[in-house]
């Protein structure tokens, strides 16, 4: 028995198993819980002073911080990109919304205490290796100037890399700046694959930023892959998985493309023939996953793998990881403040979402108020709901009566419903149910949102097949 894990019935951590009949049967579309509720349920009636009553009431509580801040603005297109961006050369344009940046920082550093340190810090896009050295300089001294932020190693300071974009001394500079994680879009080297994306980068521009990064002591790199790219084969992209494991990123995401071309512009530059058949991307992702895992990568959920010395697998161990908005993290209950257009923060008991267009952000910030659009607010059963899929999300396992006792329900009674419906999914093989706890098995855990969305009491079905994209 592992004497870390009070979960000792449980499979090996990273432990998965693909079962495609399993796969097609469960292959509906649903949220990715990267947050519950989810931004579906955010409303315009959570306003900028409600936002203040939970910063205020934050502060008694004295939780660490974590600050997202996001850099919508790419040089170029990717077709295959669903993200809120903005495709510009316009230097100016960037500038100005920087100043409109500062200006948020200022007013959002106000409202939280100075001694509250930030723990934890992510720029992500769009592209924010988009903005040249001076800005990238200006943009850490302005959250310098108005946060606390950690210096140990305690902290987790990530950005997301485009190779494209940094030259021969940025993945330095960055180091300088404090991060100590990076985040790099691959999505996939073959040239073909790459040309019909139009995302044009090479293995040894990615080799050399690792090299880099491995030199300059970043504690983490991890690599964002897409499968289901249109030109994609399981040949194509076992190469890319060969170039990918020698360089052994501690992290890795393998995304799986959704082809939305009447939602996604940039998506209807991608031929539909081109586009792989449903049964090659579910062998592409039953290669990707037995050669991952072949090659000492643990499998996290919801498509993260990492390696097994990195913090992810220790805290999945340890019952310590958290699901949140960039994937999985080791760092538990930090209040969030999201900064830029389209950001979402969680700060209290709310969610807060800023502006999405930048146009908008900007207008708000200028008129000296927050940029705050909708929110939620969450109430005690969302609180339960929420801890339930967090635990299904990241640790596979709930023990009923430990739950309850902690969140001060009698289980049984109080998800009655949801255990009649965990039925079907037990008989199926995803989980294994037991009187006083659900257990989700190897070949269930790539089916985990199928598994929480039965504690998700927001959705219907017609929601399901308008909204989310596929599980797989
Ligand atoms: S994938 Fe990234 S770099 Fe490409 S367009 Fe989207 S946000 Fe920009």
Redesign the pocket.
């Known amino acids: 028995m592992d004497p870390v894990s009070p979960h000792h019935t449980r499979h090996p951590v990273g432990d998965v198993c693909f079962d495609g009949e399993l796969i097609k049967r469960y292959d509906g579309r649903g949220p990715r819980y990267t947050s519950y509720p989810t931004a579906l349920q955010f409303t315009e009636s959570f306003t900028p002073e409600d936002y203040h009553c939970q910063a205020a009431n934050s502060n008694q509580e004295r939780r660490p911080l974590s600050l997202y801040v996001h850099i919508p603005f790419?040089q170029?297109?990717?077709y295959?990109?669903g993200?809120n961006?903005i495709?510009t050369r316009n230097k100016q344009r960037i500038q100005s919304y920087l100043q409109h940046l500062y200006q948020e920082i200022g007013m959002q550093s106000a409202l939280f205490d100075k001694d509250r340190v930030v723990e934890q810090l992510h720029f992500g896009?769009?592209?924010p290796t988009y903005l040249d050295d001076p800005q990238l300089i200006e943009l850490m001294a302005q959250l310098r100037d108005h946060f606390d932020l950690e210096t140990g190693d305690n902290r987790e300071f990530s950005i997301e890399v485009?190779p494209r974009s940094v030259h021969d001394d940025s993945i330095r500079l960055l180091a300088e700046l404090g991060f100590n994680r990076l985040s790099l879009?691959i999505q996939d080297f073959d040239p073909v694959v790459q040309k019909a994306v139009n995302?044009i980068q090479t293995v040894s521009d990615v080799a050399a930023i690792v090299s880099d990064a491995r030199q300059y002591d970043f504690q983490s790199i991890s690599f964002d892959l897409i499968y289901g790219l249109p030109l994609q084969s399981v040949a194509s992209f076992d190469r890319t998985l060969n170039h990918v494991i020698a360089m052994r990123p501690e992290r890795l995401a393998i995304y799986n493309y959704a082809h939305l071309p009447a939602r996604f512009k940039?998506q209807r530059m991608i031929r539909d023939e081109d586009i792989p058949a449903p049964s090659t991307k579910l062998e592409i992702l039953h290669h990707t996953i037995d050669k991952l895992v072949a090659s000492g990568y643990c499998y996290i959920g919801m498509d993260h793998f990492a390696l097994p010395e990195d913090e992810l697998v220790k805290a999945q161990k340890n019952g310590t990881l958290q699901r949140n908005f960039q994937g999985y993290s080791t760092h538990s209950d930090c209040d969030l403040i999201a900064l830029g257009a389209s950001a979402i923060g969680n700060i209290g008991n709310a969610f807060a979402q800023n502006a999405t267009s930048t146009p908008e952000y900007e207008k708000l910030i200028s008129s000296g108020q927050l940029a705050i659009k909708k929110g939620i607010e969450i109430d005690a059963d969302d609180r339960v709901r929420a801890a339930v899929i967090q635990e299904l999300m990241c640790h596979d396992h709930l023990d009923f009566n430990e739950f309850g006792n902690a969140h001060q329900i009698d289980f049984g009674t109080y998800f009655a419903t949801e255990l009649s419906r965990l039925v079907p999914l037990a008989n199926d093989g995803l989980i294994a149910l037991e009187a006083d706890n659900l257990r989700i098995t190897a070949r269930g855990r790539l089916l985990l949102r199928s598994i929480a969305m039965i504690f998700d009491r927001y959705l219907t079905t017609t929601d399901n097949d308008k909204r989310f994209s596929r599980a797989i």
């Open positions: 790419c170029s297109l990717c295959y990109c993200c961006k495709v896009g769009g592209t485009d879009g995302r940039g």
